[in-house]
């Protein structure tokens, strides 16, 4: 039962094991909860970066191809060709950019969100009823061209990095919380069947067992599944695993 291996197949295997997994150390069982949160966060983490890594790449490309040349110097955008121009535009969503001052806030009402971009300010609008103003007289220090900002714009790919490592540590306390939760629960389970189980194996347990529960969303990520309630099965597969090895410690000697 050393090998993080070992444990994994345990705490699938379940309720047979519940003895064995139960002696196990605390901090054994926080280590291997480690180790499965890494490895399945890091799998479900791979699509967010290639997701994220291609919609910077399509970024770049349409800032290249779409967006006009420009310098902005002393808190004033100035841009070189004809005007309005559409950066991108969709049903609900329209981003134009305009030096000249003909073009006004009344181009996006017909859209739920969009951004207006002017000589001097920025317009956001964030839905029918929100919108915010930007003013460039607040960067005045501030220097750049186009060129300077498309050799910038890749640099969002290194976000992705921060993210990762973001998510998958907010992923482990999560899971911690969960594994204390079903604890709880659980402890009111096996006084209802009269096991006797101190509050901390049960903890231990329950760190265990979200391994099926975190293999499945993995997968059910993976495959771009989405199954309504899952919380609730997630939760479900977890207790049913708790109430098995309540029934084989109730008849272990």
């Not at 110097?73 to 134009?96: F, H, N, R, W, Y």
């Not at 300010?121 to 061209?145: A, G, N, P």
């Not at 992923?171 to 389970?189: E, N, P, Q, S, Y």
Request: net charge positive; with cysteine.
């Amino acid at each position: 039962m050393d090998h993080i291996y070992s444990q994994f197949i345990a705490s699938l295997i379940g309720p047979n094991e519940a003895g064995q997994l139960k002696k196990q150390p605390l901090g054994r069982a926080f280590l291997y909860l480690f180790v499965i949160v890494l490895v399945f966060g890091l799998i479900c983490s791979a699509l967010f970066v290639v997701d994220y890594n291609r919609s910077v790449s399509d970024i770049l490309v349409m800032f290249n191809e779409k967006a006009p040349d420009f310098t902005f110097d002393q808190g004033e955008l100035k841009a070189t060709g004809k005007m309005p121009v559409v950066i991108e535009q969709s049903k609900d969503m329209i981003v134009i950019v305009d030096t000249t001052g003909k073009t006004d806030i009344s181009a996006l009402d017909k859209y739920e969100t969009g951004v207006l971009i002017t000589k001097n300010k920025m317009i956001d609008k964030k839905s029918k009823v929100e919108q915010r103003v930007y003013l460039f007289d607040s960067y005045k220090d501030w220097k750049f061209t186009k060129a300077d900002v498309a050799r910038w714009l890749p640099l969002l790919r290194w976000f992705s990095v921060g993210i990762v490592f973001f998510t998958v540590a907010g992923l482990f306390v999560l899971k911690l919380i969960d594994a204390l939760i079903l604890a709880v629960i659980g402890l009111l389970m096996y006084s209802i069947m009269k096991v006797k189980l101190t509050f901390g194996d049960l903890y231990k347990l329950s760190l265990y067992y979200l391994t099926l529960p975190i293999v499945v969303h993995t997968v059910l990520i993976v495959t771009r599944v989405g199954i309504p309630s899952f919380t609730f099965i997630y939760y479900l597969i977890a207790l049913v695993y708790l109430f098995g090895a309540a029934k084989t410690l109730k008849n272990t000697p």
